[in-house]
Each structure stands twice: as C-alpha cells, then as structure tokens.
C-alpha cells in the first residue's frame, strides 16, 4: 500500500541552526499539507500545497519557516534559525484533491528537537 | 472561529468493551466534514471514519460509529468489541466543505486494559 515518506525520523540541533525536512506524498496526489504537532496537541496546519501552489500558509512563521514544492511531487519545509520553541513533531499528508472528501494521507512524521 | 473541543484527555476501556469519544465542535458553516483519526504510539495517523454534515445517517466502518448530533455540534465515536490494538491518541477534525484545511481537537488517549 502506498504511503507518504518522511525524512529524518528524528532530527537534534542546536538552538539558531538551520533544519530541512522532506516529504515524499503518495503519487498522484495533488494536494500536500504540512503540519506541527506540539506535545499533546493535535495537528496545526502550517502550509498547503496544490501541485506546485501555495494555498494557504497563514499559519507559516514566515520570518524562520519555509516551504517549497518545486516539481509538484515532494516538499521541503525549511526552519532557519531553529527555536527552542520549534521542538515538535512536523507532519506531512497528501490528498487526491482540494476538492471533495479529501482523506488526507499521514507520514509517519519528523520528531524535531531544539537543544 | 471554528473550534474543535475534545475534554476527554484519557480514557480507558476494558477489552471487548465498549467506549464513546466525545468531540464538539463549533462553526457557523453548514456544509462541512468531520473525521476521527487514530494515532498510535510512533506510528502515523490514520483516518478511522468520516461523516458528511449534509447526511442524517450515522457513519458506520466495523466495530467504529459515530453519534453525528448537528444541531448540538456534536461528534462522539464508539468503539464496540475494543481490542488491544485499539489503544491510541485519538483526533477528532473538522474540515469545511470546499477546503481541507483541518481543524483537529486536543485528542484523547485511548488506553486499552487486558
């Protein structure tokens, strides 16, 4: 069964460093999300991808955070500079399409902490 | 603002059990989509049913339903038969119709007793 593949797992730097992080959506889906989870807290939405568009990144930090889709396929979500506050679990999912009931599809996630 | 409100941090149930998951939720839109998602320990999330607003008929998938309450804004999930496996955060999310920008609740853990 097709899945959305993340890289790294888990990810340990220095408070100031820069971070990426990958994400591989199942193919053919056209719609990817990014997603932070805090400790205890479900999912916040920080960026949405339509192919290669942006859709919404409201919830985007833009002055550290990043985001880009260049082919349409994977993504990269950039951090620079890492907080301490940016400890959290950084969630990748795909969908079909914008439009209609779009399940969205979950990577197994990168663990970020910030020392 | 829409708002998704799970109070129930932890919950447990004896196995073959039955358990409710409540969720609220609160929006001013009248066509939308609610989810429960499960997320077990290190592993990713997934989806476990849905409900379309625009349907009165209960979601059904297996040993999982859920009590779909409209007018209240209301969303519980029941797990019938509860197995070992079942033990996990659970999600409840809500999605206006036309987007699929989720909106998830706190979650609740879901702690299963052999």
């Known amino acids: 069964e097709a899945e959305v593949a993340q890289s790294p797992r888990y990810k340990i730097t220095e408070k100031s460093q820069a971070v990426a992080f990958w994400c591989d959506p199942i193919s053919g889906h056209a719609t990817l999300y990014w997603y932070r989870q805090i400790l205890g807290q479900g999912p916040e939405l920080l960026v949405q991808f339509q192919d290669e568009s942006v859709v919404d990144d409201s919830q985007l930090p833009k002055d550290r955070f990043s985001a880009e889709r260049l082919k349409g396929v994977d993504s990269t979500l950039k951090i620079q500079p890492a907080e301490l506050g940016d400890s959290a679990m950084y969630l990748c999912a795909s969908s079909l399409a914008l439009e209609g009931i779009g399940e969205q599809y979950f990577g197994p996630g990168t663990r970020l902490t910030v020392t | 603002a829409q708002t998704v409100t799970q109070s129930q941090p932890e919950m447990s149930v004896q196995e073959a059990e039955t358990v409710t998951l409540s969720c609220t939720y609160d929006?001013?839109?009248?066509?939308?989509?609610l989810f429960w998602y499960k997320q077990p320990p290190s592993r990713q999330m997934i989806l476990v049913i849905r409900?379309?607003?625009?349907?009165?008929q209960n979601a059904t998938e297996n040993r999982f339903s859920v009590n779909f309450q409209k007018a209240a804004k209301s969303f519980s999930l029941k797990i019938s038969d509860s197995q070992l496996g079942d033990a996990a955060m659970y999600f409840c999310a809500y999605a206006p119709s036309g987007t699929y920008k989720y909106i998830f609740g706190t979650g609740t853990r879901l702690k299963v007793l052999a």
């Open positions: 929006t001013s839109e009248s066509d939308y989509y």
């Open positions: 409900q379309e607003a625009y349907k009165q």
